[in-house]
């Protein structure tokens, strides 16, 4: 798979598993107080992600800056990764199995419902 196809198919997965958080997980936990400041500082990494993937989308994966702005990307997700870890421990604690289970559900749908809205986005 050639670079371009390849940041393709990672625009379009982070963009999507981001945007569907921000409709359905980070509403529903905006109402606890134990997961709340940790809501806030991933939506500031979503968007910084966010900028990240369309600075990258508007670069020629021949340019030595495609593989810097990679690199930067992949360091920004893994700091995230480590902090939505914290958010699920703190999820654990004040959420009930079947809320969860609730919550897992309509997380799938939206996902799917958003995934032509990324596929546009892409696209342009």
């Known amino acids: ?20 958080e921000e409709v359905v997980f980070y509403p529903a936990l905006r ?41 930067e990307l992949k360091e920004a997700v893994q700091h995230h990764e480590e902090e939505e870890s914290e958010i699920f421990d703190a999820v654990r604690e004040c959420i009930s199995e079947e809320q969860l289970t609730a919550l897992g559900e309509e997380f799938q749908k939206t996902k799917a419902k958003l995934e032509p809205d990324i596929e546009a986005a892409l696209a342009q």
């Open 1 to 20: 798979m050639r670079c371009g196809n390849l940041f393709q198919e990672i625009y379009k997965a982070l963009n999507l598993h981001a945007r569907t």
């Open 31 to 71: 109402e606890y107080e134990e997961t709340q400041e940790y809501i806030e500082e991933a939506e500031e990494e979503h968007e910084d992600v966010s900028v990240l993937l369309e600075e990258i989308k508007a670069i020629q994966p021949n340019n030595p800056e495609f593989i810097e702005k990679i690199s």
